[in-house]
């Protein structure tokens, strides 16, 4: 069965770096979304994607945060000076459109800033 | 804003019992209505979706909704200690995302 992959399933950073956490959606899916979840509270939307451009993002998402989607397989969150609060757990999420209604979510990449 | 608010847990039930687990909801022009299963350090999985009015069934899981009530509920019947994790109730509008509520834990004891 397809399913979303995520890399690296663990990346330790130190305060002030970049990281990139990298997703493949289901190959015919065409929505695709990020969201994070800090230990111990809710899952939160941080920005959507279609036809290779941002539709909805929250307001977590700023100007720290970019997606990409570089070839035709991977969507890529880039955080470009992580901090503290950027520590937690970051699930890519893909959706096919076309009447379907479900997300079918990675298994998580866990991003712990020191 | 858009809130989603479930009933606080930990929700705890002998085995075989039914487990009952509550979502509301405040965007009235929300369209799908979803319940993830996510067990501790894990991703979502998702259990089943509901759209419109009424029962929906599959297996031990029953998904109700009440669009009026702005309410949607989770019924696990014959609990089974393996269905012990959080419930994530996640509401959204089609290719949108989705807002999800705090989630309750379930404890089924043996």
């Known amino acids: 069965e397809p399913e979303v992959t995520q890399t690296p399933s663990h990346q330790v950073t130190q305060m002030g770096q970049e990281v990139i956490l990298r997703c493949v959606p289901i190959?015919?899916?065409?929505?695709f979304y990020w969201y994070r979840q800090i230990l111990g509270q809710k899952v939160e939307f941080l920005v959507s994607?279609?036809?290779?451009?941002?539709?909805?993002k929250s307001e977590i998402f700023d100007d720290q945060f970019s997606v990409e989607r570089p070839d035709g397989s991977n969507f890529t969150l880039k955080i470009r000076s992580t901090k503290l609060e950027d520590s937690a757990m970051y699930f890519c999420?893909?959706?096919?459109?076309?009447?379907?209604?479900?997300?079918?979510f990675g298994p998580g990449t866990r991003l712990t800033v020191l | 804003q858009k809130e989603v608010e479930q009933n606080s847990g930990p929700l705890s039930v002998p085995e075989g019992a039914i487990a009952s687990l509550n979502c509301t909801y405040s965007?009235?022009?929300?369209?799908?209505f979803f319940w993830y299963r996510q067990y501790s350090g894990k991703s979502p999985e998702l259990i089943m979706f509901?759209?419109?009015?009424g029962d929906k069934e599959d297996g031990r899981f029953t998904a109700q909704l009440n669009k009026a009530s702005q309410y949607v509920s989770l019924l696990i019947r014959d609990s089974q200690p393996s269905d012990s994790a959080t419930y994530l109730c996640?509401?959204?509008?089609?290719?949108?995302?989705?807002?999800f509520g705090p989630g309750t834990r379930l404890s089924v004891l043996p």
């Open positions: 994607f279609y036809n290779n451009e941002i539709s909805e």
């Open positions: 996640a509401v959204g509008l089609y290719g949108q995302n989705f807002v």
């Open positions: 965007d009235r022009g929300s369209q799908s």
């Open positions: 509901i759209y419109s009015n």
């Open positions: 190959s015919n899916h065409l929505y």
């Open positions: 999420a893909s959706y096919r459109g076309q009447g379907d209604l479900e997300q079918f």
